[in-house]
């Protein structure tokens, strides 16, 4: 697989996945010689011929060929807030199939201290080079993982004692009323269509973000970041 952008492609040199980075002339010397400094091999080739190998001028003029981004395991999930001591955090995707999307909700679940991410199979991108490059590094750290039936999982999750909250704009309930403390897990919804009818039905609560301008919809992507920001400051006043 063709990784582009420079934090991922940083990210997957120091995971020890890269030996040669392709660099785009003109990129300035400062990151070149930081690349040397990795112990990679860089070669050099003009903007015109990377825009063609990867099929996007976002590259920032750095590709790498890297294997293949794999699943997690859900497991693998559980076993880091384990080893953090902290209780369950993790993000359930309902239908996003946006790569920036995908990547960006990746991106602000690592950041904000989420301990995972679960799709379902059928239902959402796949882990690409437009999902790496959007998530900023952030698959190198944070378990992405499959679930073949996300409703079923959910029902497993609840047998946990893990709360379920889900995302809906009409939903009575406001996130910053919310408590948010425990194990719990957090749903959203593609763009559009939000969550789907038995995934709403399996939430134990449905959470609003308050909007007050003429446009009453979030980029799913931006809800998801409001929502983690939310649960992670309300658990850590909780804590105190």
């Not at 499959?146 to 709360?163: G, M």
């Amino acid at each position: 697989m063709l990784l582009y952008g420079r934090n991922p492609v940083l990210e997957a040199i120091a995971d020890g996945r890269v030996a040669e980075v392709l660099v785009a002339r003109g990129v300035e010397e400062s990151f070149i010689r930081e690349l040397k400094e990795l112990d990679v091999l860089v070669r050099f080739t003009s903007r015109i011929e990377m825009d063609q190998m990867v099929g996007t001028t976002q590259h920032q003029g750095v590709v790498a060929e890297v294997e293949d981004l794999k699943w997690a395991s859900v497991d693998d999930i559980f076993e880091r807030a384990e080893s953090r001591g902290e209780p369950l955090l993790i993000v359930l995707l309902d239908g996003i199939t946006d790569p920036r999307n995908f990547g960006a909700i990746i991106r602000s679940a690592e950041v904000l201290g989420a301990h995972g991410v679960v799709v379902e199979e059928r239902r959402s991108a796949p882990l690409s080079p437009v999902v790496a490059k959007t998530a900023a590094g952030a698959v190198a750290y944070l378990p992405v993982a499959q679930t073949k039936n996300l409703p079923r999982f959910i029902d497993a999750l609840k047998e946990d004692n893990v709360w379920v909250y889900g995302a809906a704009g009409e939903a009575a309930q406001d996130i910053g009323r919310t408590d948010f403390s425990g194990k719990l897990a957090l749903v959203i919804g593609a763009e559009g269509e939000g969550l789907r009818r038995l995934v709403r039905e399996k939430c134990d609560v449905l959470v609003k973000i308050p909007t007050s301008g003429r446009v009453q919809s979030l980029n799913a992507s931006v809800a998801a970041g409001i929502l983690l920001y939310e649960a992670t400051r309300n658990r850590a006043r909780s804590e105190q």
